[in-house]
């Protein structure tokens, strides 16, 4: 039994896969006619913030909408992929759209859109702005889909624009260079509107600030306009106003404190105070992003473990979990990792080495692009763990629990993975 009964909209959104042959088809041009089909949701949305990047768009946006929610403001946010449920990518001032609601957007877009072709990602985001024009909000948050310059997102003239850490990710559509991507993600720079950046490799940096002269648009820079760093146990933030001296982010990582400077730049430059600050670093929640799972089967199958969960998948998501580890009170630790056949596997794998006891692959249930588990094995082994193949994530957790008294083991390595543990620990 999922939280809403979502038969209905389970119903549309399964036609909705058969509209396009392709998952992903970036362009621009079926998202504007349905639009225009719509009459234009788009234009009618709240004030947006629009967040592109390789790493830390979700957990960027969550502490923003935090914020904002802590200084009493109402905030729409859209964000990809869901987890456990479609229902998560469509936020309505703070809550979660209801089933009845998504059920007869969906069909309204399907009906706009008649028999041209169109990707799932295209009319659930149309279906996404027509929702977020016809509620009352304080602001809108989109995150990117894929890249930037032509994610059916990147229809809108935003309040404020956003680019995260790029890194390299998707090059099979973005381009084989950090530069080539981070023109791809600079592609949701708009003339005269502020784009806040967070930390960039030089190449990186060097493009974006390139689109955003070419665009008038001012740049707020990590290093240049704002500074963020943790002292002493404390989150320390300084730019042009002033200097915070806040509480770490309640998102777990080192790689967070960074996330939390590109969401206090943006809530400083919307005029937020000081309650929204430190709302946004105290009550952000952000699930599968190095989540501790304290209920469900899982744990009730291994009550010794300390679980958590991860959906980090490129080699800057094997990065962020590497340092959190480190970070991590000392404590004998396991890989279950499951990773689609798309993703540069050894590179995720690399960082982790050292890190881990050993690793138990297992392949991702009901999912097409899973990489086999005999795959994810040989990648985790050149690497240099300790790898080995388990038939599933139940059977690899009993293996660790029976064999150590009282182990840590993260389960990670793909969003889909993540969400097929959240649907049934959650």
């Known amino acids: 039994m999922t ?27 079926r998202v504007h006619r349905l639009l225009d089909a719509l009459g234009h949701p788009e234009l009618r949305i709240p004030p947006a913030i629009h967040i592109a990047g390789t790493n830390g768009k979700g957990s960027t946006q969550a502490m923003i909408r935090a914020g904002l929610e802590g200084a009493g403001k109402s905030a729409h946010a859209y964000t990809s992929p869901h987890l456990a449920r479609f229902h998560e990518r469509i936020r309505l001032a703070g809550d979660l759209i209801s089933e009845p609601s998504l059920t007869a957007l969906l069909d309204e877009c399907v009906t706009a859109n008649g028999p041209d072709e169109i990707t799932f990602f295209e009319i659930t985001t149309c279906a996404a702005f027509l929702a977020f024009a016809r509620q009352p909000a304080d602001f809108t948050l989109l995150e990117v889909g894929l890249g930037g310059r032509l994610d059916a997102t990147n229809v809108i003239t935003p309040r ?24 791809e993600k600079a592609g949701i720079i708009k003339r005269g509107v502020p784009v806040i950046v967070g930390p960039q490799s030089p190449e990186g940096l060097e493009v974006i600030e390139s689109v955003a002269a070419r665009l008038g648009a001012p740049v707020l820079a990590y290093g240049q306009h704002w500074h963020v760093g943790e002292e002493a146990g404390r989150l320390v933030f300084q730019d042009e106003n002033g200097l915070l001296d806040l509480p770490l982010p309640n998102l777990l990582g080192p790689f967070q404190v960074q996330n939390a400077g590109a969401a206090l730049a943006a809530l400083r430059h919307l ?9 946004a670093v105290t009550r952000a929640v952000w699930p599968a992003r190095m ?13 010794s473990v300390e679980l958590f969960l991860d959906g980090g998948h490129n080699p800057a998501g094997g990065e962020a979990v590497a340092a959190t580890l480190a970070r991590l009170p000392a404590r004998e630790t396991h890989l279950i990792c499951g990773m689609l056949n798309t993703k540069d596997v050894r590179g995720y794998m690399e960082p982790l080495r050292g890190h881990a006891k050993t690793l138990r692959a297992v392949s991702i249930p009901n999912e097409v692009n899973t990489l086999p588990a005999e795959a994810t094995a040989a990648a985790a082994s050149a690497a240099g763990l300790d790898a080995t193949v388990a038939p599933s994530v139940a059977e ?20 889909y993975l993540a969400g097929a543990i959240l649907r049934e620990n959650e």
Request: glycine share 10%; charged share 15%.
């Open 396 to 415: 690899a957790l009993a293996d660790i629990a029976a064999a150590n008294p009282h182990p840590r083991v993260l389960i990670c390595g793909s969003l």
């Open 160 to 183: 404020l624009s956003i680019i995260t850490p790029v890194s390299l990710d998707h090059q099979q559509f973005l381009g084989d260079t950090v530069g080539a991507i981070a023109g």
């Open 271 to 279: 005029g937020m105070g000081d309650a929204a600050c430190e709302a």
């Open 291 to 303: 989540q501790r799972l304290r209920r469900g089967p899982l744990v009730d199958l291994a009550p």
């Open 3 to 29: 939280l809403y009964g979502t038969a209905g909209s389970d119903a549309v959104l399964q036609r909705m896969m058969t509209l396009h042959p392709k998952v992903i088809d970036l362009t621009l041009g």
